[in-house]
């Protein structure tokens, strides 16, 4: 079945990077867009920001332009979503999310959580 | 960015009532507008896609309807599993917001 796996739960500092990756299995790799959708605690949805698996430009959320990268590795069949320069006010769940062949996303991954804390 | 307003943030209901959430774009976004149910802990899950258009293996209770500014998303005979948050997304820009949620209390 079509799926996104994503990797595990971080712990950085104010200042420091993190890299989430999110593997997809079950369907085409290239056929389709992949989205990056955060959550912060008690808060709602916060799209981030939407690439091409196949290549190109991704598209950011113009809060994210400069300070978040997506890429993927189509040999692995994974995208990637970096974050620099962390704050406070980034911790949140991060998830991956496909998008369907309507400008929908129809599936996500599980979601990592990544606490950014002194 | 186009912004995306629901209504009401909150709303209590009984199992068995008919409900209605609103969304309202900050610009005509045609018929570009998705619904998603999320439930504490987990993932959001699609229910309906250009506006109107049901998920597989949505229930058909879940309905939604609207054009341009005004989205409505119906859910016609409420049920225990329904109580949960609910977010519209549009997809009409080059970037995608989400509507701030409706949570959908018993």
């Known amino acids: 079945q079509v799926q996104l796996v994503q990797s595990g739960a971080e712990v950085k500092k104010p200042g420091a990077s993190v890299k989430v990756s999110c593997k997809a299995s079950g369907y085409t790799f290239t056929n389709n867009f992949m989205h990056w959708v955060r959550q912060a605690p008690g808060q709602g949805l916060e799209w981030m920001g939407i690439l091409n698996p196949s290549g190109g430009t991704p598209t950011y959320a113009q809060k994210f332009e400069g300070r978040v990268t997506m890429n993927s590795d189509t040999s692995k069949s994974t995208v990637y979503m970096e974050v620099s320069s962390l704050r406070s006010e980034d911790t949140a769940v991060y998830y991956c999310?496909?998008?369907?062949?309507?400008?929908?996303?129809?599936?996500w991954g599980q979601g990592t959580k990544v606490t950014v804390s002194a | 960015d186009i912004q995306m307003t629901q209504s009401p943030s909150s709303l209590s209901a009984s199992v068995g009532d008919r409900v209605t959430i609103t969304c309202r774009a900050s610009q005509s976004i045609s018929r570009y507008l998705n619904w998603y149910q999320q439930k504490p802990g987990k993932a959001p899950n699609l229910l309906i896609y250009?506006?109107?258009s049901l998920q597989s293996g949505v229930p058909s209770r879940f309905s939604g309807s609207g054009s341009g500014t005004d989205f409505i998303l119906t859910i016609s005979s409420l049920q225990p599993e329904d109580f949960a948050t609910y977010y519209c997304?549009?997809?009409?820009?080059?970037?995608?917001?989400f509507g701030q949620g409706t949570e959908l209390e018993i």
């Open positions: 250009a506006a109107s």
């Open positions: 997304q549009q997809t009409d820009s080059p970037t995608f917001t």
């Open positions: 999310a496909k998008d369907s062949d309507h400008n929908a996303l129809d599936i």
